[in-house]
């Protein structure tokens, strides 16, 4: 084995290894995984332990990172449940658009704000990169308190609701703005985009069509698993091969691939949760070590902005949205607090551009920020969410609706 193989598996394997204690470790005391894989990584980032240790990531975990995010993004599709939304599809449709688009617009229209007076400028592109990123949400930490605290009620169904479909909607979003950001000519961006997102839409319900076929003609889990990721691997080949969205498509495949099994829609989700969380720990902990000490400090004003202006776009377009569709107080005032966790979907989305041509300036800028972020979030969202639940007196609330959300990433 060549040595510089060696040095990435020893790598790998301790950053793991000491992600997954942390992770362990820090859930006892209400620390939620995902921050801890994340703080583990930025520990063995090149300007920490990296420059004592061998631990250079940036030429080497692309690949894995890649697959881990293609993985992601199947389960975000696989996991949505379209008729689960019609049955709600008046205030929670108006109240995801209008989470979503108010993180995109009062983010994009205040970073570009700072970085006009504080920065030197800043691109409109690139700020509305940071707003398709800040819409989305990671469930985990918002359905984690729910779970703790038996929540029933309005507010705890449109939760469930929304962000049930929340990261799907970022992807669309990101695809769309990196779409028409990087085309070249400003004539071709609109075809440049439609070109992309179809391609996506396309590829992806193509072999989502195949994939399902074969998952219903497979009888064990341990069977479909491999030709799963097989279909993950594929899809992202081709994305890359031919330009397109590997997010949206992955999201696609793990839609369709469920639709056509509709009534077996576990075939693809229960072999995926075997390595659901190897999958997160290695996609955290290599994304971390993609941590920047000296862009994070220069930057600590600048990603404190991003945090409130993400707080606030959200909080005030899902009240927004709640309010238009006819939602009871109880919701449209306390649902935005359990919609700011920030994980899988938004480090995948920063990493992203931190690898495109066009933003080698504000690559790492956009990475750190959203890493930095994430770990504030993620350690504080759980308490808003609580604090939303309470106000609305959804704590250990009896209710007679027995219907579970679906489970997202």
Not at 82 to 94: A, T, V
Not at 272 to 301: D, N, P
Request: glycine share 12%.
């Amino acid at each position: 084995m060549e040595g510089a193989n060696v040095q990435h598996l020893i790598a790998l394997g301790l950053v793991m290894s000491a992600g997954f204690m942390a992770g362990t470790w820090g859930e006892r005391i209400g620390i939620p995984r995902v921050a801890s894989y994340v703080f583990v990584g930025a520990l063995f980032s090149a300007e920490l332990l990296g420059s004592v240790l061998p631990f250079g990531v940036w030429g080497w975990s692309s690949v894995l990172t890649d697959i881990a995010l293609g993985a992601i993004a199947f389960l975000v599709g696989a996991e949505f449940q379209l008729q689960w939304l019609r049955r709600r599809s008046g205030s929670i449709l108006l109240g995801v658009l209008g989470q979503s688009l108010g993180a995109v617009l009062v983010v994009t229209a205040g970073i570009w704000a700072v970085g006009a007076l504080f920065m030197g400028g800043f691109s409109l592109g690139t700020a509305l990169v940071l707003g398709a990123i800040a819409s989305a949400t990671a469930p985990a930490a918002t359905i984690a308190v729910i779970e703790e605290y038996e929540a029933k009620g309005p507010l705890t169904r449109s939760l469930l609701s929304l962000v049930a479909i929340d990261d799907m909607l970022a992807i669309v979003f990101f695809t769309l703005v990196m779409s028409l950001t990087a085309a070249g000519a400003e004539a071709g961006r609109l075809s440049t985009a439609a070109r992309e997102i179809g391609l996506s839409l396309a590829a992806g319900a193509t072999l989502g069509l195949a994939l399902g076929w074969f998952a219903r003609r497979i009888e064990s889990d341990e069977l479909r698993l491999p030709v799963i990721l097989g279909f993950v691997f594929l899809t992202l080949g081709l994305a890359g091969r031919l330009e397109f969205s590997p997010l949206l498509s992955c999201m696609v495949l793990g839609y369709m691939s469920k639709l056509v099994a509709a009534e077996e829609s576990d075939l693809c989700l229960s072999p995926m949760s075997h390595i659901r969380e190897a999958i997160f720990l290695v996609f955290f902990t290599l994304a971390g070590a993609h941590f920047q000490f000296h862009v994070f400090v220069g930057a600590a004003g600048f990603i404190a902005a991003y945090i409130l202006l993400r707080t606030a776009g959200k909080y005030s377009g899902a009240f927004a949205g709640t309010w238009l569709g006819g939602a009871p107080a109880e919701v449209r005032n306390n649902v935005g607090l359990g919609l700011l966790p920030q994980a899988g979907v938004s480090i995948g989305l920063a990493l992203t551009v931190s690898e495109a041509a066009g933003f080698s300036h504000h690559g790492p800028l956009i990475l750190n920020t959203i890493i930095g972020s994430t770990i504030v979030f993620e350690l504080s969202a759980p308490i808003a969410a609580k604090l939303g639940l309470r106000r609305a007196g959804e704590t250990g609330a009896a209710d007679d609706d027995s219907e579970e959300g679906p489970e997202a990433v």
